[in-house]
């Protein structure tokens, strides 16, 4: 089946560094996503990329569609203590059945110390 | 943005019941709506994907007969755990979509279940 391999696993950080992670796939998907989750609720989208090279950003957060659609990076620019959480991201697939199911990443938890 | 609830936020159960867990779009009609598991420290799994008057569609390895699901509205779809056990104990959560191509899932909250 699909997989998505997300790194790194967590990282430890400085307020106001910048962060990157990333995935990759054997598989090609349609739409890309970034999603954050808070201990103990659901994971809330940061942003969707749906063209291959296609470089979105909103705020802080930049992430990029890789050219061949197996892989994408979100980077975290001056990060702040509220950045802390588990990030995911997720490829977005058409089932045989006409709607559309995602697969996630392992996730990278993120840290900062203030 | 959309809002999806889920209810009971938690619940803590003996072995062999059966829990329901709802899931509502509040401010939209969901077409389509996903039922996932998630173990301490370890990424969302779909259980299952469900279509408003449908049978839900599941995940290789899901038991569609200890995890039933009805999707009876377009506002609300109900997951079962039934005969629960110690192993059932996960974070269940929703999300629900207005269908079509490219349209976004909507996260519920999530409900911690626990089997004693």
């Known amino acids: 089946g699909q997989q998505l391999n997300q790194s790194p696993q967590s990282m430890f950080i400085q307020e106001g560094e910048d962060v990157s992670m990333n995935c990759t796939s054997s598989s090609i998907f349609n739409t890309w996503l970034w999603y954050k989750q808070d201990p103990g609720e659901g994971p809330v989208l940061l942003i969707a990329l749906y063209k291959a090279g296609e470089l979105t950003s909103n705020g802080r957060l930049t992430a990029q569609f890789g050219i061949t659609r197996k892989d994408s990076f979100l980077n975290i620019s001056a990060s702040i203590p509220s950045d802390v959480g588990i990030y995911f991201c997720a490829g977005q697939l058409l089932t045989q059945g006409g709607s559309e199911k995602l697969v996630f990443g392992k996730g990278t938890k993120l840290t900062v110390n203030p | ?116």
């Not at chain 2, 779009?25 to 969901?30: G, R, V």
């Not at chain 2, 599941?58 to 509205?73: M, P, R, T």
Request: aromatic share 10%.
């Open chain 2, 1 to 116: 943005g959309a809002v999806v609830s889920q209810h009971p936020s938690w619940v803590i159960c003996k072995s062999g019941t059966s829990v329901k867990i709802e899931c509502r779009s509040l401010d939209f009609q969901a077409t389509t709506m996903f039922w996932y598991r998630q173990f301490p420290k370890q990424s969302l799994m779909l259980m299952a994907t469900s279509n408003e008057g449908s049978k839900a569609t599941y995940e290789q390895g899901v038991e569609k007969d200890k995890f039933l699901i009805n999707h009876a509205s377009l506002t609300l779809s109900t997951l079962t755990v039934t005969s629960a056990h110690p192993e059932d104990s996960s974070f269940y959560i929703c999300s629900a979509t207005e269908g079509g191509e490219g349209n976004e899932q909507f996260f519920g909250p999530g409900t911690r279940l626990t089997v004693l």
